[in-house]
């Protein structure tokens, strides 16, 4: 005998009826049945929470492999520049600091200070004058081509000094003188001046040594000079000297060693990653017994050279201040040998007696005898 047949909504009810029965068996067995979305969420079978496909981290964190990246351990990059591979160069963070802190502070404090030392220095000496007097007789000191040497020195350093000097400082001191804007051209026609004036300060530094090296070693009558203080600060002494004194042979090393210094970090700096200097220096002061970082990367060489740079130049700066004074308002007559290249012969012998001395010679050996 067949079984009737079920309306739709008779089948219906009976499936609700099915499944209430069974939500009510789970729920006493305590079992959740999860939603589509609740399934999205959970985990594949086997991985903790976190973890997502292909042995990514997905939300948790490895602390060895951030200590990496944040130490500055390069990655793999598949593009020609490797230095993408650093993440995070920590160094910079350092060379910030120290740029903007010690460098910045304490040459300042060099440049001010000898400012300051030597003002006070006029106030108490005065100007060291001549005692004899200008006699009205000349004496050649530097011929054309030894003045142009030192023009050609001295200008394109003072050029150098002020171009390098706003980049250290320019921001905070121009900025709020004259206005972005201004000091945006400004700093373009700085930069693009110390890039290219760099070429005849090193052609200058090499004109001065070749010209004057071998009158600037230290010679016995320097001890006497050094035991006097050249006179500087005591009236009517006048310790002996030759062409140059022991004062000006400091200038002289100084500004050969210092240029040349200051050369090969600036040329490191014009053209990155092509001279790597800092590196190989270390190694061999290592040698010496140093312990120094030698393997460096070429972002820390450029980084070291810019420090370098600037405190070399920042010492170089001081230095020739002092120069500049003396050879200006500080001596009377001093100005001259720079000048027209003749001095008077009454300043010559008080300055540099046994230089006159041995010109008078030789021009008495060339005179013939009557």
């Known amino acids: 005998m067949m079984e009737p047949n079920l309306s739709l909504l008779d089948r219906l009810g009976a499936l609700r009826r099915v499944v209430a029965v069974l939500t009510f068996v789970a729920l006493l067995a305590g079992i959740t049945v999860p939603t589509m979305s609740d399934a999205q969420d959970q985990p594949p079978s086997g991985a903790a929470a976190g973890e997502v496909p292909g042995q990514s981290l997905g939300n948790q964190s490895d602390s ?7 130490q500055g351990n390069p990655g793999m990059v598949t593009i020609p520049n490797q230095q993408a591979a650093v993440l995070i160069q ?18 300042a404090t060099i440049m001010l200070g ?13 100007r060291i004058r001549i005692e004899a007097g200008f006699s009205g007789r000349t004496i050649t000191r530097f011929n054309l081509f030894e003045r142009f040497c030192h023009w050609l020195t001295a200008i394109s350093f003072i050029v150098l000094a002020l171009t390098g000097l706003n980049l250290l400082y320019g921001r905070d001191v121009l900025i709020p003188v004259i206005g972005k804007d201004a000091f945006h051209v400004v700093a373009n026609i700085g930069q693009f001046l110390h890039h290219y004036v760099a070429f005849p300060f090193m052609a200058g530094l090499v004109l001065v040594f070749i010209l004057w090296a071998r009158h600037n070693f230290l010679d016995k009558v320097d001890f006497v000079w050094m035991s006097q203080a050249g006179g500087l600060f005591t009236k009517g002494v006048h310790p002996p000297s030759k062409k140059f004194n022991f004062g000006q042979k400091i200038i002289f090393w100084v500004t050969i060693l210092g240029g040349i210094s200051l050369s090969l970090s600036g040329l490191q700096l014009l053209f990155p990653y092509e001279f790597p200097m800092f590196g190989a220096t270390f190694a061999a002061l290592n040698l010496i017994g140093f312990d120094l970082p030698a393997a460096l990367t070429p972002l820390q060489e ?42 008077d012969i009454n300043w010559a012998k008080e300055h540099h007696n046994l230089w006159v001395e041995d010109v008078q010679r030789k021009a008495a050996d060339k005179t013939p005898a009557e």
Do not use: C
């Open 64 to 70: 060895d492999l951030w200590r990496a990246i944040r």
């Open 90 to 107: 920590s160094e910079g963070e350092d060379w910030r600091s120290i740029r903007n802190g010690p460098v910045s502070i304490y040459g």
């Open 114 to 126: 000898m400012v300051a030392f030597l003002a006070a220095f006029f106030t108490l000496r005065g």
């Open 302 to 343: 450029q980084q070291l050279a810019q420090i370098w740079h600037s405190t070399v130049a920042l010492i170089l700066i001081a230095v020739y201040i002092a120069h500049v004074y003396i050879g200006s308002v500080g001596m009377q007559g001093a100005f001259a040998a720079m000048g027209s290249g003749k001095v």
